[in-house]
């Protein structure tokens, strides 16, 4: 491949990755563009959430100051009828007089009035239909009567604190009064209710546009007492469609009445508008699935009630959804649906998806079009990028691979910046091509003089090989010989360890045998005594115990020399602890060391362990402990024998065993480890270290090592694989 192909292949890429990288930003931008939208609606939905819970704030303070101003004329009235000396019965009597019987408070003054409210009364309860025979009632509708009275002073100053309480009242079981405030003259009531008498206006009022409060809270409907919504109606009063909570009153076990007060639907719609979101469309719907509110004002002007099939396309599954504080989508619209706590109610949260996008939009035009400038300024930098630098970085390629060719060759046209390069790039192809020629010449000296030197190095390698050849001869005759001379120290200390017992053994036999014939000679001629052969046969017992122990000694010899060799055939390698090892080892010797004096320590860390022979381990450390308790420390009282157990950083085991006793010198230390070598002829076979020596560096695979100074003591360093190469 010439170098204007490989300029065209460096090219390639280069245009595609220009290209990728324009597509790389264009898809970021796509993308990024994408997930703000997303973020974006994510963001507009957190905040109105957050406007759809501040709502349900507003509607449940309503409901609360309802609730509460309800609750507190319930148990107005109940203390009262509790306790009848709290009862004022003699109210009507101090009234100014005239009263009318069935409106007894029509013709008060206007402050009197306001503050009283309005009694309607059924024309079959005053007797003879006087006000001022109130007097002869029972006991019970006297007390009744009072503590209905008292509610017009509370539901007033009620309304005075919170204007959207519309009506508050009470309602007699039996039908025959009723106290609304604030109050409505007779004429107002009836043209209210489209009736000719106060009778059949409390018939509309206490059927409250098909409520019917008196049995919505009475002992059939809610046995449990509690607190009671109605349905949305059109209130009788000309207030416009509303909806009521209601009480039951009991005078102890009886069911006394009804209290309640009414909010209108114009004023959720009103708490709705003045606390809506642009966004976001809100709803009230009670558990009968009737419209209660709807923040657009769709109520205003009705006068029956609405459904909320009619207004919802998807009501069947939106009242699947559960309550909580997330919007889902449905179809093309986002539903939050949130409890209004102390009512039946669900307040219901609504935003179009085609809303949030467009929100999304203006939110975001700005950046999309920042974006787009970005992108256009960064092709316009790659643009200038590729003129400025990259060209003519390319164009210096070239004029690499030309300057080769031809190092006369003149520059290319290239922006001012850049000639430098080029003029080095041509300075340098025309120095390379007189060094190379310079490079040609001398090599071709070279060639010969290597030629020679090959030659001569071939001559000297094949006389090393030859050096090689009989050095390695050498060392084979050397290993042998350091054998041989081993097993003839070997084989001489076990000829003069086994001839002295067993010279001995035959010496005693064979004068043990010529006692034997001369006592037979003496026995045969009858020329010994009774004395004399007991003599003889008591010299003989001797000489047999000689033999016996002479012969024992040799075949101890024997035996020891038998277990260098069968040690590995008697076990398997596995897991030591070393720590319990050692620990048997000092109560094995724990008495002696005691009864002789001495003290036996053992310091090894626990978990140390190694995989090797357990037995020939403990043969290795038993003779040493052994050595020490018969020499080290024979003439020595209160002496101590240390075994140190340790990991090295290689993983080997080091173990250390040390006396403090007499110690060697050093011609008795070069000597230690040899075979048949004793500082105590004639007691010891001398095997005891020579074993310990080939038990470590043979069967367990280690190294050991002794240090001594004379009256100061003798240590062993004992290094052990942690596992065994088999």
């Known amino acids: 491949m010439d170098h204007r192909t490989r300029t065209r ?11 990728a990288l324009l597509a790389v930003l264009i898809t970021a931008v796509v993308l990024l563009n994408l997930q703000l939208r997303s973020q974006t609606r994510h963001d507009q939905l957190a905040n109105l959430q957050i406007a759809a819970a501040q709502l349900e704030l507003v509607l449940e303070q309503k409901v609360e100051h309802a609730a509460h101003h309800v609750s507190a004329m319930q148990q107005n009235m109940q203390r009262i009828l509790a306790e009848p000396r709290l009862a004022d019965t003699g109210l009507l009597q101090r009234l100014p007089q005239p009263m009318a019987p069935d409106t007894p408070f029509d013709q008060l003054a206007t402050p009197l009035a306001q503050k009283l409210g309005t009694l309607f009364v059924h024309s079959g309860f005053w007797p003879l239909n006087r006000p001022e025979l109130a007097a002869r009632l029972g006991d019970t ?4 009567l009072a503590a209905t009275l008292t509610l017009g002073e509370q539901a007033a100053s009620a309304h005075a ?16 009064y009723s106290l609304l405030y604030p109050g409505l003259s007779r004429k107002e009531i009836l043209e209210a209710t489209g009736t000719n008498d106060i009778d059949h206006a409390l018939a509309v009022v206490y059927d409250a546009g098909g409520t019917l409060p008196v049995q919505l809270t009475g002992p059939q409907r809610n046995p449990q007492r509690q607190l009671r919504w109605t349905t949305p109606y059109m209130d009788s009063g000309g207030k416009g469609m509303m909806v009521s909570l209601l009480a039951p009153v009991y005078h102890g076990a009886d069911y006394a009445g009804a209290v309640g007060a009414d909010l209108t639907l114009t004023m959720l719609d009103q708490a709705l508008q003045e606390n809506r979101h642009p966004l976001l469309q809100a709803l009230i719907v009670d558990d009968s699935g009737q419209v209660l509110a709807d923040s657009q004002g769709s ?13 919802i396309v998807d009501w069947p599954k939106l009242r699947q959804q559960q309550t909580g504080g997330t919007f889902r989508e449905l179809g093309e619209r986002y539903w939050l649906v949130l409890p209004i706590k102390g009512t039946p109610w669900l307040l219901y949260g609504q935003v179009s998806t085609g809303e949030l996008d467009q929100q999304a939009a203006r939110l975001l035009g700005n950046y999309l079009l920042f974006s787009l400038m970005a992108v256009a300024l960064l092709m316009l930098l790659m643009g200038l990028l590729h003129r400025f630098y990259t060209r003519p970085a390319l164009r210096l390629a070239d004029y690499v691979f030309d300057c080769d060719a031809d190092p006369r060759r003149a520059a290319p046209e290239v922006p001012a910046m850049w000639l430098p390069w080029f003029e080095r790039i041509a300075a340098t192809a025309r120095e390379r091509a007189d060094y190379l020629a310079e490079l040609q010449a001398h090599a071709e000296q070279l060639e010969e003089k290597v030629g020679e030197r090959t030659r001569s190095l071939q001559q000297v390698n094949a006389e090393l090989a030859a050096a090689l050849r009989e050095l390695g001869a050498t060392q084979e005759r050397m290993v042998e010989g350091r054998k041989m001379a081993a097993l003839g120290r070997l084989t001489s200390g076990m000829a003069h360890e086994l001839n002295t017992p067993l010279g001995v053994a035959l010496t005693a036999i064979s ?5 034997q014939r001369k006592l037979g000679q003496a026995l045969a001629g009858n020329q010994i005594g009774r004395s004399e052969v007991l003599r003889q046969l008591e010299q003989s017992a001797e000489t047999n115990t000689l033999i016996l122990r002479n012969i024992q000694r040799a075949i101890s010899l024997i035996q020891n020399l038998r277990t260098i060799g069968q040690a590995e055939e008697n076990e398997l390698p596995q897991t030591i602890e070393l720590a319990g090892l ?10 002696r060391f005691a009864s002789a004096g001495h003290r036996l320590v053992i310091d090894c860390p626990a978990g140390l362990s190694l995989v090797s022979y357990r037995n020939v381990l403990w043969q290795v450390l038993e003779k040493l402990l052994d050595n020490a308790l018969l020499h080290g420390l024979a003439e020595r009282s209160n002496g101590e024998v240390c075994i140190r157990a340790s990991r090295q950083a290689e993983g080997s085991i080091l173990l250390e065993l040390a006396d403090n006793g007499c110690g060697l010198g050093q011609a008795e ?8 070598y004793t500082s105590h002829f004639g007691q010891h076979h001398g095997l005891g270290t020579f074993t310990v020596y080939s038990f470590v560096t043979g069967l367990l695979q280690g190294q050991i090592s002794a240090s001594s100074e004379q009256q100061h003591g003798l240590s062993y360093r004992i290094e052990l694989p942690a596992g065994l190469l088999l």
């Open 9 to 19: 292949a460096l090219k390639r890429p280069y245009l595609l990755l220009l290209l």
């Open 669 to 676: 230390l070069q000597r230690l480890f040899d075979p048949f």
């Open 511 to 515: 004068s043990l045998l010529e006692d």
């Open 299 to 311: 109520l205003k002007g009705q006068t029956k009630a609405v459904l909320a099939r009619q207004r």
């Open 582 to 591: 050692l620990q048997e080892l000092a109560a094995l010797f724990g008495s």
């Open 161 to 176: 604190a919170f204007p959207e309480l519309q009506w508050s009242y009470y309602y007699d079981a039996a039908g025959r």
């Open 141 to 144: 509708d006297q007390q009744r």
